[in-house]
């Protein structure tokens, strides 16, 4: 079976009856649980992007605190289940703001939690990578907010005595 272009669709649905669609919503919404995660969302919460962000700002505090601290890499994958559930969750939002916002949070929570992102070079680089991933969602924003943004991101760079640095810095002297 080949699958239909996202034009042929919308041109098909804006032929069909509004039962026709309503029974097509709802068949989506049983086939898979992402889909109904996504029309709850626009059906209710998409109004509100500031209490939707306090939400997923809620269950990130969850994560943060069900986080184990006894091992590197359990506390690696923890913070990746937690990247990833709020990754849904921005995807759903669609918003250069809302993923701004929470990559943001998810830094700040994890630089107050993980006392050794500067020892472990997996966890330096996890944290890095969505330093950058803010960088490129603020790119889009107005002016004043990525004025705004940027001060909250200058609170979450990390000291240059980082492990990253003294490994390349070892690299250039060989």
Same mark, same amino acid.
């Given at each position: 079976? /080949? ?17 026709? +669609?309503? %029974? #097509? ?21 998409? *109004? %509100? ?7 997923? &700002?809620? +269950? ?6 069900? +986080? ?8 690696? @994958? ?12 921005? &995807? ?9 916002? #929470? ?20 966890? *330096? ?7 950058? /991933?803010?960088?490129?969602?603020? /790119?889009? #924003? *107005?002016?004043?907010?990525?004025? %705004?943004?940027?001060?909250? +991101? ?11 640095? !003294?490994?390349?810095? !070892?690299? @250039?002297?060989?």
């Amino acid at each position: 079976m /080949k699958t239909a272009s996202i034009q042929e669709l919308k041109q098909e649905l804006q032929e069909s009856s509004q039962s026709r +669609l309503l %029974d #097509l919503c709802l068949r989506l919404a049983k086939f898979k649980k992402e889909n109904k995660e996504l029309l709850t969302y626009l059906l209710f919460e998409s *109004h %509100d992007e500031e209490a939707y962000i306090s939400s997923v &700002k809620v +269950l990130m505090n969850e994560g943060f605190a069900e +986080l184990p601290k006894t091992t590197t890499y359990l506390t690696k @994958k923890s913070l990746r289940k937690i990247l990833r559930i709020t990754n849904k969750y921005i &995807k759903y939002a669609g918003s250069k703001q809302a993923e701004v916002t #929470l990559i943001i949070y998810f830094c700040q929570r994890m630089k107050e939690v993980v006392p050794n992102i500067q020892r472990s070079t997996v966890l *330096h680089n996890l944290y890095m990578a969505q330093i950058k /991933k803010i960088n490129v969602a603020l /790119k889009p #924003l *107005h002016e004043d907010l990525q004025f %705004d943004y940027k001060r909250d +991101l200058e609170g979450l760079i990390l000291e240059e005595g980082s492990i990253l640095s !003294k490994i390349f810095g !070892k690299r @250039k002297s060989l």
